[in-house]
């Protein structure tokens, strides 16, 4: 079965740096846009970043400057760099893939289980 596994999550301080990872395992034939999305307490889900297959990126406009998301297609994983942090940046971070798995002939997409991140100020 195909997953999606998010790990980097914890505690830092405001202006502080994490680095989130997004695994992806199962058969898959191939992944296409992937992104990172949050939902803080008493908030809907919202999204981080998106990165296409061929790199392209789009950030929502309050981490934008700050949060860095990229792919590695090999291993594929993708990744959010975020910096700067903020007490806003606290919620608990999801991870969105659009894949193909390998027995289907169409794009399904997936979610991670979500990895928590908490900032202090």
């Known amino acids: 079965q195909v997953q999606l596994v998010e790990s980097g999550g914890g505690l830092v301080q405001a202006g502080g740096s994490l680095r989130l990872s997004c695994a992806t395992s199962?058969?898959?034939?191939?992944?296409?846009?992937m992104g990172w999305y949050r939902q803080a307490p008493g908030k809907q889900r919202e999204l981080g970043a998106t990165?296409?297959?061929?790199?392209?990126?789009n950030y929502k406009d309050s981490v934008n400057g700050r949060f860095t998301i990229s792919r590695d297609n090999a291993k594929n994983t993708v990744y959010l760099q975020m910096n700067s942090l903020k007490p806003e940046d606290t919620a608990v971070y999801y991870c969105?893939?659009?894949?193909?798995?390998?027995?289907?002939?169409?794009?399904?997409?997936?979610w991670g289980q979500g990895t928590q991140v908490t900032v202090s100020s």
């Open positions: 969105n893939a659009n894949l193909r798995p390998a027995a289907y002939l169409w794009y399904v997409e997936y």
């Open positions: 199962g058969s898959i034939s191939s992944i296409g846009t």
């Open positions: 990165i296409t297959s061929g790199g392209s990126t």
